[in-house]
């Protein structure tokens, strides 16, 4: 996909310091100055999806993700945002089938066993979690992760930088996850 010109990268810059800073309202006002054409250029993508993610607005931000997936489905994250979105609205089987359909398809990145982990644990599928947590481990998980946490959108949007991990540990959620199976 073609690079973003200026001075939509710019718009995308600063949506980027407002949302490092915790102030998605700006971060938003931002990435509204993106023309109709670049919205949903992958860059621009990720951080609309953050920003709808940050205010709690998950219909939004699972209809965002829902689109890109149509439009760009060889991305992972798409679909990793499609997924967790459902996730965060309480629609956990949703979660996990948008999912598991997207493991084969892009069998090294290690932030789909790892939701998937988390969506079977939810379910109460604690022998499917193992199995996920274990493929999870097997791509190289589980070395910056030490706490159960489902919710490490660093986790699922590092796929899209290449990285299988994220920089460092997310937030602990309020309930013990499948990372306590380890």
């Not at 947590?133 to 699922?156: F, M, Q």
Request: charged share 20%; net charge positive.
């Amino acid at each position: 996909m073609k690079e973003l010109d200026y001075p939509e990268r710019h718009y995308l810059n600063a949506a980027l310091g407002w949302l490092e800073l915790g102030n998605p309202a700006e971060a938003k006002a931002e990435t509204d100055q993106i023309s109709w054409l670049n919205r949903f250029h992958p860059e621009v993508f990720i951080v609309r999806w953050r920003i709808h993610s940050n205010l709690g607005r998950w219909e939004t931000a699972r209809d965002l993700a829902h689109i890109f997936s149509r439009v760009c489905p060889d991305r992972p994250s798409g679909w990793l945002c499609l997924s967790y979105s459902l996730y965060k609205l309480k629609r956990p089987v949703e979660a996990y089938l948008q999912l598991v359909h997207r493991a084969e398809t892009f069998p090294q990145v290690s932030a789909i066993p790892y939701f998937l982990a988390c969506y079977s644990w939810e379910l109460g599928d604690h022998k499917g979690a193992g199995k996920w947590l274990a493929k999870w481990k097997a791509l190289g998980g589980g070395k910056i992760i030490k706490s159960g946490a489902c919710d490490s959108t660093e986790l699922l949007l590092g796929c899209e930088q290449g990285v299988s991990q994220p920089a460092g540990p997310p937030a602990s959620s309020d309930h013990r996850g499948p990372i306590a199976l380890a």
